[in-house]
């Protein structure tokens, strides 16, 4: 009888349906999310709790699905030797001042002029600073220099990395995975890793987690039309969580659509993971900090390759390392000539 009542009242009834349908529609997406990267509480500790870039796009743009990222840290002000006084240049927005930096940083007349810049936003704290934008050069920019920060602090800061510059290597048993951080992207997430490169070691942090692309992804990271969606979910995943390190919850950041070499943060990290694939059925759901060269995926396909165990988290088959991968992160310097960079 109700079914009969909402065909005579479709105009009554249609709109709530849509809506319901739509809530229902979004809740099961984040429900699988969630548990394809997530172990279950009764599962081994070391797995923690876990929570990846663009289509058509290379995997070392910093450019996201909707446009390019230039972002800071509030509270936040970064040391440096001036290169463009604040005090002569006022702009309207972080945004802005983030900009005028990039305009010095675009590789083509050599190194980065300019490789980090300080923004005064809040108009009551800042008086007659407000507007100002002071772009610097760092000595070290993988070690920036902090004049201070907190919550008292009225300036947001952000680096710049210029073709080159803002990679690390992350060092396996199996070969070293070079990573692309994208500091104008994900700003807190950059700041943690270039801690943790400035902690000179990485004790605990390891790969756990190893699944293939299957016959469902082809050597692109393109899905197969018709076939599955996994598992196998293409990734290799891990902790970046350095014993004896307090370790604060990162922000959702930049969350583009994950694409093969996408490098993200499951939740709020410190768990993360690598992809093999492109996913855009797993949406928008992820912080991505960092890309893997095109030219180093071959490695991290070698660890997915690797011998696994199954096991169940959340009712989600999962494939998990018989033995944890190490890592190490490492500095290093490359030039121009040694990378295989489309786009910046």
């Known amino acids: 009888m109700g079914r009969r009542g909402s065909e005579v009242e479709p105009a009554r009834w249609g709109p709530m349906l849509l809506l319901l349908m739509g809530s229902v529609s979004f809740c099961m997406v984040y429900i699988f999310m969630s548990t394809v990267m997530r172990p279950s509480l009764s599962g081994d500790s070391k797995m923690g709790s876990l929570g990846v870039g663009d289509g058509g796009k290379s995997e070392v743009e910093v450019s996201g699905d909707d446009g390019v990222c230039c972002k800071g840290i509030p509270d936040l002000e970064l040391w440096g030797a001036s290169v463009k006084w604040g005090t002569d240049f006022k ?17 083509k007349d050599g190194p980065c002029l ?11 704290a800042c008086g007659e600073k407000f507007g100002e934008c002071w772009l610097k050069k760092q000595k ?16 947001t800061s952000g680096i710049v990395f210029g073709k080159g510059e803002g990679i690390i290597a992350l060092e396996t048993e199996y070969g070293t995975l070079h990573i692309k951080l994208l500091p104008e992207c994900s700003p ?141 992160i490492q500095r290093i310097k490359l030039g121009l000539s040694d990378l295989n960079l489309s786009a910046d």
């Open 114 to 124: 300019c490789d980090s810049w300080v923004f005064c936003g809040n108009k009551k």
């Open 188 to 328: 807190h997430s950059v700041a943690y890793m270039l801690e943790l490169l400035a902690l000179r070691h990485c004790a605990g942090c390891h790969f756990y987690r190893a699944e293939s692309r299957g016959q469902f992804w082809d050597i692109n990271g393109n899905h197969i039309k018709a076939a599955s969606y996994g598992p196998p979910f293409g990734l290799i995943q891990g902790t970046l969580e350095a014993q004896g390190v307090t370790f604060d919850p990162i922000p959702s950041e930049h969350c583009p659509t994950i694409r093969r070499g996408s490098v993200a943060w499951v939740g709020s990290g410190p768990e993360f993971f690598v992809s093999l694939a492109n996913h855009e059925e797993w949406q928008k759901g992820y912080t991505v900090f960092g890309s893997v060269l095109p030219e180093d995926m071959a490695i991290a396909e070698k660890i997915a390759q690797l011998p696994t165990k199954s096991d169940v988290w959340n009712n989600i088959n999962v494939s998990v390392l018989e033995k944890n991968v190490p890592l190490k």
């Open 91 to 107: 702009v309207n927005s972080s945004e802005q001042c983030c900009n005028a930096c990039k305009a010095m940083c675009t590789g």
């Open 140 to 155: 070290d920019v993988l070690h920036p220099e902090k004049q201070d920060n907190g919550n008292t602090i009225m300036w």
